[in-house]
């Protein structure tokens, strides 16, 4: 059995992490309330803008060629893992992680692959293996604005209008509540086009000007730049849920294993006492 310092020892050291994790709790409900906000704001506008881009695109009778929706086959191939600068959030960066790795050994099989990865451990993770690795952007949640997050949705979209890609995925996890996160695998490039019918054409008669072609070239990438931003918006949303149940989760634990690292305390206590008054009673009855 433990002796007494042991044991309190461990006691002390199990107090002090649950005081680490119930304030990095507090710290990401905080930090959850704002990027919630922000992707619940966000979802609306990105939705309707991608209305209205369909709506645009369908009636305008082939008025616009648009790039970024030409299909070639798939030879070379980018994926945009978006994970987390930092851990302790459960298995919120694995699963991005897997969820890339299944993707290329999948569906990806064969292809020439390259990452970008938005995110530290994404960077951390795939600069080790064999794939080349673009490290231009992975910095973004440093400093978390749309500006930031434009310039990698740029750098893909010119890339794959300049061919050096065939294809663009998107890789993060969907913000759905505090203990749920999805991952996505989504097509970025080329641009998947709906499949809109003439009834669903003609609910909005807009007017366009100067020109619905001009109109078209100017949505398209607006409405690309909103898609990753929004990725990345649902991922650092996700992030803080994920971190907030794994600090939860690991300050109930704490307290678990706080019980019965007292309840031991007190019996080894309890021993030692028990030891040292058999020690008396038998000195007393030798002397007697």
Excluded: W
Aim: some cysteine.
């Amino acid at each position: 059995m433990a002796n007494l310092k042991e044991v309190k020892e461990r006691i002390n050291s199990v107090v002090s992490t649950q005081q680490i994790t119930k304030a990095m709790k507090m710290v990401s409900a905080a930090k959850l309330r704002r990027a919630q906000d922000k992707i619940v704001q966000m979802r609306p506008y990105s939705q309707k803008l991608t209305n209205i881009l369909n709506n645009v695109s369908a009636a305008s009778e082939g008025a616009a060629d648009i790039v970024y929706a030409e299909k070639r086959e798939a030879k070379k191939v980018l994926l945009i893992p978006v994970t987390s600068d930092k851990g302790l959030c459960g298995a919120f960066n694995t699963n991005i992680i897997k969820a890339t790795n299944a993707a290329i050994k999948g569906q990806f099989a064969g292809k020439d692959i390259t990452i970008l990865p938005l995110g530290k451990k994404a960077f951390e993770y795939y600069k080790k293996s064999s794939l080349p690795v673009i490290s231009d952007f992975y910095q973004v949640f440093l400093d978390l604005n749309f500006d930031n997050v434009r310039q990698a949705a740029e750098y893909a979209m010119n890339s794959f209008v300049a061919g050096d890609y065939d294809q663009v995925y998107l890789v993060f996890n969907e913000f759905k509540n505090v203990a749920t996160q999805i991952v996505r695998t989504e097509q970025f490039l080329p641009m998947a086009k709906e499949e809109t019918t003439e009834e669903k054409t003609a609910e909005v008669d807009y007017i366009l000007e100067p020109s619905r072609a001009y109109i078209i070239e100017e949505l398209v990438p607006t409405s690309l730049k909103i898609q990753v931003y929004k990725a990345v918006l649902e991922s650092n949303a996700s992030e803080h849920g994920a971190r907030m149940t794994a600090m939860d989760k690991a300050t109930e634990n704490a307290g678990e294993l706080l019980k019965e690292l007292r309840l031991m305390y007190n019996r080894t206590r309890q021993a030692a006492i028990t030891n040292e008054i058999l020690e008396i009673v038998a000195g007393a009855e030798a002397l007697g």
